[in-house]
């Protein structure tokens, strides 16, 4: 489904929006992050996609590679860990504290006792538990009832506590607060209320990175966009807000069409859009793409989705799949990629839109298209990728490394 959104403008990005989210501190998180052991020091891959965007009748398609960010598989690695630097280093304002000499470990001593919370469907929690594991500070992760053994064994290995409840992603949020209020615990989430916006805001800040890596490798200029259009993944919107943000400030009046893509039954921004304000899903929210099945749109996030998304399309869990074996086939001239399913969501999204005249004229999608998708992540839980997908993460890695494009060009095939 697709909803086009009339709330959407064209115009320099709002100083309102400014003083949250921007620019200048994004620069200031990807300083910091660069200290981290944990993340790749070089920037993901943008890779061209050039027989899909044949199939699809575009100019040019290219994937963000966010698998590749560090051992943690997503991009979630730049949103929590650069929250927590700024929480700890706001908690002691006098003491002569660095990002760099956090992440190294060297003030342990002095974190011992300091605890963070969160909930979480995976990977901002594995990513929140590998920062406090660098600092030397405790965390507690809260997980639903959907999120499986496979990744709750990988936020455990960073010697996090885990809370299991038998609700879903939204009542995970609520006891991880009840949690934080009770023994004084530090709240590090990337979804929050407008009375308390610091530290989603810095989880959404630090996201940023990836966008400013995407324009230098895409030569993009503020009146040149190097893209035409954009489509980034749902879920409670932090991500997306992050993209939109960065790049309406970047491009203005000039930005990328851009578009949210969200399960059909996890639709809570499409509601949004369709309420004007933020709304819960239409459905369970019980969706087999465990990044994206949040039940409720961050009213922080919708402050910035509301104005600049330009489309938001929902998919069945059944075209995610579709798309992670898409990509972990590859071809002549697109390489195989590893993406999970929340990672291979905008993938479907395309295809969706690609593939039906009418959603192509309502998203101004032409043969001069040029589209930025983000492989938000790899395969975080490798049993239900090989299950999925029919071959192992690793296997397609392999290929994936091995790969050389056809010598005849797409034009050609």
Known sequence: MLFANPRAVRETYPAHLRCLLNIQQARQSREWLAHWPLLNQQPTPLYPLPDLARQLGLAEVWIKDEAQRSCLGSFKALGAPFALLRQVIQYWPHQPLSARGLLLGRHRALLKDYTVISASDGNHGRALAAAAQSLGCRCVIVLHAGVSLER???????DAHIVRIRGNYAQSVVEAARLAATYD????ADTGSLEAPSVPLDVMQGYASLVAEVLEQSASQPEQPGFSHVLVQGGVGGLAASVASYLWEY????????????PQQADCLYQSARAQQPSR??????????????GEASPLAWLFLQ????????????????????????????????????????????KQ???????????????????LLINTEGATDARLYQHWVGETAQAVTRRRQGWRPSVASPADA
């Open 152 to 158: 709750e064994l990988a936020i455990a290995a960073y």
């Open 185 to 188: 615990w530090q709240v590090i």
């Open 251 to 262: 491009h203005g009046a000039a930005r990328p069409r851009l578009l949210v893509v969200e």
């Open 281 to 294: 899903a239409s459905g369970t929210a019980d969706s087999l793409i465990a990044g994206l099945a949040c």
């Open 307 to 350: 104005p600049s998304i330009d489309s938001f399309v929902t998919i069945p869990d059944s075209a995610a799949l579709d798309a992670m074996r898409h990509l972990a086939a590859g071809s002549k001239h697109d390489r195989p990629l590893v993406a999970g399913e929340s990672g291979a969501a905008g993938l479907a999204g395309l």
């Open 353 to 371: 839109l690609g593939k039906a005249l009418a959603l192509r004229r309502a998203t101004r999608l032409t043969h001069h298209s040029r589209v």
